[in-house]
């Protein structure tokens, strides 16, 4: 475990605190855990406008505490931090909580601090409110040790009880519930007939990059989690990246995916064709597509009703998010339904979709090359 105290809150914890941090560290030996976190970690503003990584459990390399240091919005100015942020970097969702210390907690030396919960899942409605308990105890006594407490209790027991902020369960947070939460009719209501560009997008596994303003990003985390919502088949919110800044350190971790989508709130990102097959601009209802990448976006008759079936389904005021993701993924479900009709046997008796067997239907190359792609991705061409 690492500890960096400098504030005065952490000068005063004493041996005997840490021996009980430690001694509730060595009981973690439970063969199974509650929740996927893989760390947690405190980042302090000081009254002389320092900012500060002052706490680790187990422990966080330098590389990462200067990449949280960073994400954590106290090394920019204070004004428009946006409380919760979460994204993913190396395989790992992190999640921060950020406060503006008030005259009632125990934090004399503080002005802000940040919470950061690094996970192996997508869930942010759960670790939000994990967060918000963890750091009510901090606020209280100024001390690490008691919230580690409170962290090591849901990570073994899948609970914690507090006075402040009653009890907290994973039971009651499905993965599920945390993919529904998709605002996909207000994003097909945005971009009307050309939603079908993302929706092909996604299904074909290409590079979405999304850009808001920095005083939107609350708007651009909801718009990114929403995206995987249009492939609900598939039910996978690995290829989501919510806050992406253009530094070689997420570059680096971007650049070795096929497929995702990213959200930005550098505007230089639109000149990084390098990085996206199609670029979306919610703020003024545009998509581009890259030069290199035209070819897959052509459309054909399939793409235009489609594209019509979101729209008139979102234009009906009693259509929820909900029963638009249902909609969306029967239709895809009848998509590739019909795709898997025109399979053949293959050598290894397996089903397998040919490009001569789509050539047969007299399709047009827009259909053909579409369909054919989508078989590739969902598994149902021999490689």
């Known amino acids: 475990m690492d500890f960096l105290p400098i504030t005065e809150n952490h000068k005063n914890m004493n041996f005997e605190t840490k021996d009980r941090e430690c001694h509730v560290i060595n009981k973690m030996s439970a063969p199974m855990n509650f929740i996927s976190s893989k760390s947690a970690g405190l980042i302090e503003r000081d009254t002389n406008g320092d900012v500060l990584w002052t706490w680790s459990y187990p422990n966080v390399s330098e590389e990462e505490r200067n990449f949280f240091l960073q994400k954590s919005q106290l090394t920019m100015t204070t004004d428009g931090i946006v409380p919760f942020i979460y994204s993913q970097w190396r395989r790992n969702w992190y999640y921060i909580k950020t406060y503006q210390v008030t005259e009632e907690d125990h934090l004399s030396r503080v002005t802000h601090f940040s919470l950061v919960l690094v996970t192996k899942d997508f869930n942010p409605e759960k670790y939000e409110v994990l967060c918000k308990i963890l750091c009510m105890k901090y606020r209280k006594t100024g001390n690490p040790a008691s919230m580690l407490e409170l962290y090591l209790h849901v990570l073994t027991r899948g609970s914690c009880a507090t006075d402040e902020n009653g009890r907290f369960s994973v039971r009651d947070f499905d993965v599920k519930r945390a993919f529904i939460n998709s605002k996909i009719k207000d994003i097909v209501t945005t971009f009307g007939l050309e939603t079908i560009l993302i929706y092909t997008a996604l299904l074909l596994k290409k ?15 909801q718009f990114i989690r929403s995206l995987p919502a249009f492939v609900w088949h598939r039910q996978n919110w690995d290829i989501a990246y919510p806050y992406v800044e253009l530094d070689s350190t997420e570059l680096e971790d971007l650049s070795q995916k096929n497929s995702f989508v990213a959200g930005f709130t550098d505007a230089s990102i639109e000149g990084r064709t390098d990085l996206y097959d199609i670029f979306v601009n919610p703020s003024t209802s545009q998509i581009t597509t890259a030069t290199h990448a035209k070819e897959s976006f052509a459309m054909g ?7 019509m079936f979101m729209v008139q389904c979102a234009d009906k005021e009693d259509v929820t998010d909900e029963q638009l993701i249902k909609e969306v993924a029967s239709k895809t479900r009848e998509l590739i339904n019909n795709l898997k009709s025109l399979s053949v046997t293959g050598e290894d008796n397996k089903q397998y979709i040919t490009i001569e067997v789509l050539r047969e239907r007299k399709m047009t190359p827009a259909t053909e ?15």
Request: hydrophobic share 45%.
């Open 207 to 221: 590079r979405i990059a999304v850009y808001y303003p920095q005083n939107q990003l609350e708007d651009l985390l």
């Open 301 to 307: 008759k399939l793409h235009k009703d489609t594209a």
């Open 369 to 383: 090359t579409f369909l054919f792609s989508l078989a590739a991705c969902e598994g149902l061409v021999q490689m």
